[in-house]
């Protein structure tokens, strides 16, 4: 599967902003996806991911949503509240398989190339 992440931007502290993600194929809706994000000079972290169900990282609960559209083959992450801490380079990724939500890095085989997030103070 193939992944393009977009609508990264730049956007005031307590702004909002939602990303989407593209993917190829015709079995989207099998895959877990998750969204990491990697901030400069960090490494690149958990922050979402949905298979049946879905699951958040703590900084981000409460303020960032994810969702999933299988008829458009798209993830989506609305994100609110957002903070100047929430600024890095975005990244969805996949894996095959709904068993359980995904949360580390290397449970991901398929990644998108990064969309950028800055959020001004």
């Known amino acids: 599967v193939q992944l393009q992440a977009f609508g990264g931007g730049v956007v005031q502290d307590g702004g909002s902003l939602k990303l989407s993600c593209a993917a190829s194929?015709?079995?989207?809706?099998?895959?877990?996806m998750g969204w990491f994000r990697q901030a400069p000079g960090k490494e690149r972290e958990f922050v979402a991911a949905?298979?049946?169900?879905?699951y958040y990282a703590d900084s981000v609960k409460g303020r960032f949503t994810i969702s999933r559209d299988n008829a458009k083959n798209t993830l989506y992450m609305q994100m609110n509240s957002l903070k100047p801490e929430d600024t890095a380079v975005y990244y969805c990724?996949?894996?095959?398989?709904?068993?359980?939500?995904?949360?580390?890095?290397?449970?991901?085989?398929?990644w998108g190339q990064g969309t950028l997030v800055t959020v001004s103070s």
């Open positions: 194929g015709r079995t989207f809706s099998s895959y877990n």
């Open positions: 949905i298979s049946r169900s879905t």
């Open positions: 990724a996949a894996a095959y398989g709904l068993a359980y939500t995904r949360r580390r890095r290397d449970e991901y085989n398929y």
